[in-house]
């Protein structure tokens, strides 16, 4: 199948009327998206729902150019077409897949090098939940930070969808984990990998990373909070450490001590994974399927599955997400 952007069919999918608040989301028909001669078209079983969704409902996250204007950065389902060019994948496939945006929909066309084959372990519609997660953790602790077995991860925000799915990996790949979250999602952490969580609401996690560290620090630390962290983050990191920001939630700005970070001898990275090409997002993908994935095969690593929502009930899906409560990723079910 061509660039042929399905004449005259038409499917559902979740537009946003408007920047604001959950109710701007709103279920109804849109053209079928056009399948380029390097893209594979699918049709939806579920999709995952990330913070960077509520930012782009809230009109503070637009998509990259030519990127699709509805939301959505991954989902599970089965190949309905494929272009001209397309080697790796045939219609009835059932796949994954990481998108620029798109995913809250019946149908999405996605480049070939951003899928991935849902592993036999795995439900299809828990599926939508890995994409995501994978990438981001597999890219930013893996291949930029490049932890090692032994070492030592802290993880803040333990109990997102990145943040479960990275206590899971760095447990598999034989590093200590330490994480932050709330009181009530401790127990889950734990069973999930996690060596010691930490309360931020109460406790100073810089003195309890130090403490558990005997006062070395943590090698890598993968942080979502962004600007209000960072002074506390180079403080809790050890000699040779690496932070990577991925999130800006407390803040686009901090102040960095440049003289604790030149004593350490440590680093700062700050990533996005939705504006990268998408020959770099083929990259991320090949590099999860060759290094994640046989963890995922073999039930070492999974995706931590919180809530499911029809697809149409997204604002639901969306408070969910804002509220914080869940453990895990939040679904939307095509």
């Not at 190949?79 to 009835?92: F, H, I, P």
């Not at 059932?94 to 090098?113: D, I, K």
Request: glycine share 12%.
């Amino acid at each position: 199948m061509d660039a042929l952007a399905g004449d005259d069919v038409r499917v559902h999918a979740i537009t946003i009327s408007r920047p604001g608040g959950p109710e701007v989301l709103v279920w109804g028909e849109v053209d079928e998206p056009e399948v380029r001669p390097d893209e594979v078209l699918i049709e939806v079983a579920a999709a995952g729902v990330n913070r960077a969704d509520l930012l782009q409902r809230e009109g503070h996250y637009p998509p990259p150019p030519g990127a699709s204007q509805y939301p959505g950065l991954e989902v599970s389902g089965t190949v309905a077409a494929v272009g001209r060019e397309v080697t790796d994948w045939r219609v009835g496939d059932r796949v994954c897949a990481l998108l620029s945006g798109g995913g809250y929909a019946e149908r999405v066309a996605v480049p070939q090098g951003q899928v991935l084959p849902v592993p036999d372990s795995v439900d299809l519609v828990a599926a939508a939940g890995l994409p995501e997660a994978a990438c981001t953790v597999w890219s930013n602790v893996f291949d930029v930070a490049r932890l090692q077995p032994l070492e030592v991860l802290l993880v803040h925000g333990g109990g997102s969808g990145i943040g479960t799915f990275a206590i899971q990996l760095a447990d598999a790949h034989g590093s200590r984990v330490l994480t932050t979250a709330r009181s009530a999602k401790h127990d889950a952490l734990r069973e999930l990998g996690a060596d010691l969580a930490i309360d931020y609401t109460d406790e100073d996690f810089v003195a309890a990373t130090l403490a558990a560290t005997a006062g070395r620090g943590a090698d890598v630390i993968l942080d979502i909070v962004g600007g209000a962290y960072l002074p506390r983050n180079v403080q809790a990191l050890a000699p040779g450490g690496r932070l990577v920001v991925i999130g800006l939630q407390g803040g686009r700005r901090g102040e960095l001590d440049l003289g604790v970070l030149l004593a350490k001898r440590a680093s700062v990275a700050a990533t996005a994974l939705r504006s990268r090409s998408a020959e770099d997002k083929a990259r991320v993908v090949a590099g999860v399927r060759a290094h994640v994935w046989p963890l995922v095969e073999a039930g070492m690593v999974g995706p931590v599955i919180d809530t499911k929502f029809p697809i149409a009930e997204a604002a639901a899906a969306h408070e969910r997400v804002a509220a914080s409560d869940h453990v895990g990723k939040v679904l939307l079910v095509a």
